[in-house]
Structures are given as C-alpha cells and as structure tokens.
C-alpha cells in the first residue's frame, strides 16, 4: 500500500511540474490561431478557444515581418559562437583540469569570475572593440561579442566535466591507442620484411 501511494504521489508530481512546464507552449499555440476578437474579448474563456480558428496571424508573421530573415541571422550567429566557443573552451577546460596545484583551481576560478562581470560594464570598451573592427550593424559583431561571455562558462562547466573523468581511464585510453599503432606498425614491417628479404637475396641478372 506504501509503495503504490509512493507511486502515485510520484506521478502527481511529475503531471504537475510537467503541466505547468508544457502551460507556456499550450498558451503560446492558443494565440497563433485565435481571432483578434477572441484574444481582447474580455468575457471569453482564455483557455480555450471562444471562436474560429485562423491563420491571419502565420500569415503576418511570414508575408508582413521579416520573421525568416532574423531567423537565419540566428542561426548563423548560435552556429558560429558554439563553434568558437568549443574550439576555445575544450583545450582551456582539458589544460585547467588536469593542472595539478593551486594554480589550476585558482586559473579556474578567475575565468569564472569574468563571467560574473555585468554586461553592462563591458558594452563601453565592447562597442570600441567592435567599432574599430569596422563590425557596426553587422551580424560579426554579435559573433565577436557573445563568446566573451559563452567561453568561460563553458569553460567552467567543462573543467567539472573533465575531472570528474578518472585519469587511469584516459592513461588506459592512450596506452590502447599507443599499443594499437605500435601492433600496426609492426605487422606492417613484418608484411614488407620477407619482400625485401626476397629481393635482396634474388641474384642479380
């Protein structure tokens, strides 16, 4: 009897959070295909739909507004920042992991701390940066920008990850890698070794 309320308080939770996490996506899928009328209408229930369904709203937003064009600039400027935040934060995260000493921790801690720096402090020298760079009104902007806050993050959360991997783990991975190359390097010699054997003790014509 235990277990089974323990279930059921269990999945009441989870329905719970669950329904209050999917309420914006709910919400947000009312007002793309609600009517005007419905949407200020006091008097109409807010959770459901009062009227006819329409599709003026797609249709504004797609024909009217220039919706796909700042979709694409996002995506272009997300692609470019991860790509640049991975490329710097892995190394960076890998070296202070496995930085023995207080110097590590203490690296790792000061990077941390330029991420708690107010954005608004930096906008002033980051405007100056971006001005003299020739990058205004330029989607390169927003790339040069973003990764001076994304790269200590991630390399924050990527020190974490890398300690908590066991280095007999990563000193197993590369003596397999080592002993795999040195297997393939022998079989490679002991392949052409007869040949040349053959062809060196061949008499001459």
């Not at 200020?40 to 369904?53: A, R, V």
């Not at 205004?136 to 020190?159: E, G, H, K, R």
Request: overall charge positive; proline content about 5%; glycine content about 6%.
């Amino acid at each position: 009897m235990r277990k089974l309320a323990g279930r059921a308080s269990l999945y009441a939770t989870v329905t719970a959070f669950a329904a209050v996490l999917a309420f914006p996506f709910y919400w947000m899928l009312l007002a793309t295909f609600k009517t005007d009328r419905d949407l200020y209408e006091l008097k109409n229930n807010p959770l459901i739909f009062n009227d006819h369904l329409t599709l003026a709203n797609l249709q504004l937003l797609f024909e009217k507004t220039l919706y796909l064009t700042w979709l694409w600039n996002t995506l272009i400027v997300g692609g470019l920042v991860v790509l640049i935040t991975l490329a710097l934060a892995l190394p960076a995260g890998y070296a202070l992991a496995r930085l023995t000493g207080k110097w590590g921790e203490r690296l790792g801690i000061g990077i941390f701390l330029t991420y708690l720096v107010p954005s608004t402090l930096l906008f002033i020298p980051m405007s100056r940066i971006v001005a003299t760079l020739g990058l205004q009104d330029t989607l390169w902007a927003l790339v040069v920008v973003y990764p001076s806050f994304t790269i200590p993050f991630c390399v924050w959360l990527l020190m974490g990850f890398f300690k908590s991997i066991p280095k007999d783990i990563e000193e197993a991975a590369m003596w397999t890698a080592a002993a795999g190359r040195a297997r393939s390097c022998r079989s490679l010699c002991r392949s052409r070794w007869p040949a040349s054997c053959r062809r060196s003790s061949s008499p001459s014509r």
